[in-house]
């Protein structure tokens, strides 16, 4: 789980030399890259390929934009964005320490025409728990209107806000035609896994390829 890519050791940076070595160790470990919408059709058959990774950007911060695409590229790999339909273009006025850019349509356009899945992470950004039901229904769904329109594409994953999600809300999730939905908790995805809870590996600014690594290393570990 990332949120953006940039210089400065911002809580949700993760720098551009760090992804790049994060990068060329996946590659050196023989992983496969792909984007959530390909790992999601294998969960319903029961089936998971090996040494697969996903790399997902919560927010589409415009540092993605900027480092992420050209370096997955690099690899010939692409990611998951998950965007805020109605923040494209302006900044994140759900973060308390700094606010970053948020990119905009035609940002998200250009990621959607290099291969990456443009996934769904509300119109706003709210607590969805917090909300009542009709106001979180809009949320989720109108959110993937947009997005589809946007892109003329299909949008079929879902990133809570803040992880932030109780079975109603995965319900409705479901119910909007999602096929699946990630949350923040940490660990591997395993074929026990809900589609609609998936857990994540986080990474912070200060990871390398050895932080990966041991995150990593740390998640299997607690999925045994
Ligand atoms: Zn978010």
Same mark, same amino acid.
């Given at each position: 789980?990332?949120?953006?890519?940039?210089?400065?050791?911002?809580?949700?940076?993760?720098?551009? @030399?760090? #992804?790049?070595?994060?990068?060329?160790?996946? +590659?050196?470990? =023989?992983? *496969? &890259? %792909?984007?959530?919408?390909? $790992?999601?059709?294998?969960?319903?058959?029961?089936?998971?390929?090996?040494?697969?990774?996903?790399?997902?950007?919560?927010?589409?911060?415009?540092?993605?934009?900027?480092?992420?695409?050209?370096?997955?590229?690099?690899?010939?790999?692409?990611?998951?964005?998950?965007?805020?339909? @109605?923040? #494209?273009?302006?900044?994140?006025?759900?973060? +308390?320490?700094? =606010?970053? *850019? &948020? %990119?905009?349509?035609?940002? $998200?356009?250009?990621?959607?025409?290099?291969?990456?899945?443009?996934?769904?992470?509300?119109?706003?950004?709210?607590?969805?728990?917090?909300?009542?039901?009709?106001?979180?229904?809009?949320?989720?769904?109108?959110?993937?209107?947009?997005?589809?329109?946007?892109?003329?594409?299909?949008?079929?994953?879902?990133?809570?806000?803040?992880?932030?999600?109780?079975?109603?809300?995965?319900? %409705?999730?479901?119910?909007?035609?999602?096929?699946?939905?990630?949350?923040?908790?940490?660990?591997?995805?395993?074929?026990?896994?809900?589609?609609?809870?998936?857990?994540?590996?986080?990474?912070?600014?200060?990871?390398?390829?050895?932080?990966?690594?041991?995150?990593?290393?740390?998640?299997?570990?607690?999925?045994?």
């Amino acid at each position: 789980m990332y949120h953006n890519v940039g210089e400065k050791g911002r809580r949700l940076n993760v720098s551009p @030399q760090g #992804l790049e070595r994060q990068c060329r160790m996946l +590659e050196w470990l =023989r992983f *496969r &890259v %792909m984007p959530l919408r390909e $790992l999601a059709e294998h969960l319903p058959h029961q089936r998971l390929p090996r040494r697969t990774a996903v790399f997902t950007f919560d927010d589409a911060l415009l540092g993605v934009y900027e480092y992420a695409l050209p370096i997955l590229s690099r690899h010939g790999w692409t990611g998951t964005v998950f965007a805020v339909s @109605q923040r #494209l273009g302006g900044e994140t006025d759900w973060t +308390e320490d700094y =606010r970053h *850019r &948020v %990119m905009s349509r035609e940002h $998200l356009l250009i990621l959607h025409q290099a291969g990456w899945e443009v996934g769904a992470h509300t119109l706003t950004h709210p607590y969805l728990t917090h909300l009542p039901p009709d106001d979180a229904r809009r949320e989720i769904e109108q959110c993937r209107c947009e997005l589809e329109e946007l892109t003329g594409a299909g949008v079929i994953s879902f990133c809570y806000p803040y992880g932030d999600c109780n079975d109603a809300v995965v319900q %409705m999730v479901r119910e909007a035609g999602y096929q699946a939905a990630c949350t923040v908790r940490k660990g591997l995805v395993g074929l026990q896994d809900n589609p609609f809870t998936l857990p994540r590996v986080h990474v912070a600014y200060s990871d390398g390829a050895t932080g990966l690594l041991y995150r990593l290393w740390r998640a299997w570990r607690r999925t045994r």
